[in-house]
């Protein structure tokens, strides 16, 4: 049996797959996340692509009465890979693993984070730079440059 920890790991990883899908940086999501399942086999690899790809296909898919209820099946389908894969390592993996949830965890598992230098419904009339993302440093210089 997992560690209060653990189990909280899990869930927040599979709290950041339903997070994730649909969004921009989901190709960069699924590619990191099946790696991080696979463990460096390369079959293991392709078939947890196929499982985050039907996540997101199914959450695509939902009409806006399912979506919530799909999207927490989903998540603790998703808790589920992720607590299997906890329960089965050494602990130097182990360690490794949750260091690599957080990362997950940090970048798409919170709620509040998912509209986050989202963009919508604006009209821009000049120069314009929008820039989205965290640890981005961006200069912009409009004009003649006088």
Same mark, same amino acid.
């Given at each position: 049996m997992?560690?209060? +920890?653990?189990?909280a +790991?899990?869930a927040?990883g599979?709290?950041a797959?339903?997070?994730?899908? /649909?969004?921009?940086?989901?190709?960069?999501?699924?590619?990191?996340?099946?790696r @991080?399942?696979?463990r /460096?086999?390369?079959? +293991?690899?392709?078939?947890?692509? +196929?499982?985050l790809?039907?996540? %997101?296909?199914?959450?695509? %898919? %939902?009409?806006e009465?399912?979506? !919530?209820?799909?999207?927490?099946?989903h998540a603790?389908l998703w808790?589920g890979?992720?607590?299997?894969?906890l329960?089965v390592?050494?602990? %130097?993996?182990? !360690?490794? @693993?949750?260091?690599? @949830?957080?990362?997950?965890?940090e !970048?798409f598992g919170?709620?509040d984070r998912s509209?986050?230098g989202?963009?919508?419904g604006? &009209?821009f009339? /000049?120069? &314009?730079?929008?820039q989205?993302g965290?640890?981005?440093?961006? !200069?912009n210089?409009f004009?003649?440059?006088?």
């Amino acid at each position: 049996m997992l560690s209060e +920890a653990l189990t909280a +790991a899990a869930a927040g990883g599979g709290m950041a797959v339903v997070q994730a899908a /649909g969004s921009d940086s989901w190709a960069w999501f699924r590619a990191r996340c099946a790696r @991080l399942v696979g463990r /460096g086999d390369a079959d +293991a690899e392709r078939e947890a692509l +196929a499982r985050l790809d039907r996540t %997101a296909v199914v959450l695509d %898919a %939902a009409d806006e009465g399912e979506r !919530e209820r799909l999207r927490a099946v989903h998540a603790v389908l998703w808790q589920g890979e992720f607590a299997s894969l906890l329960e089965v390592l050494g602990d %130097a993996d182990r !360690e490794r @693993l949750v260091s690599r @949830l957080a990362e997950l965890i940090e !970048e798409f598992g919170n709620e509040d984070r998912s509209s986050r230098g989202a963009v919508s419904g604006n &009209t821009f009339h /000049g120069p &314009t730079a929008v820039q989205t993302g965290d640890h981005n440093r961006q !200069e912009n210089h409009f004009g003649s440059g006088r």
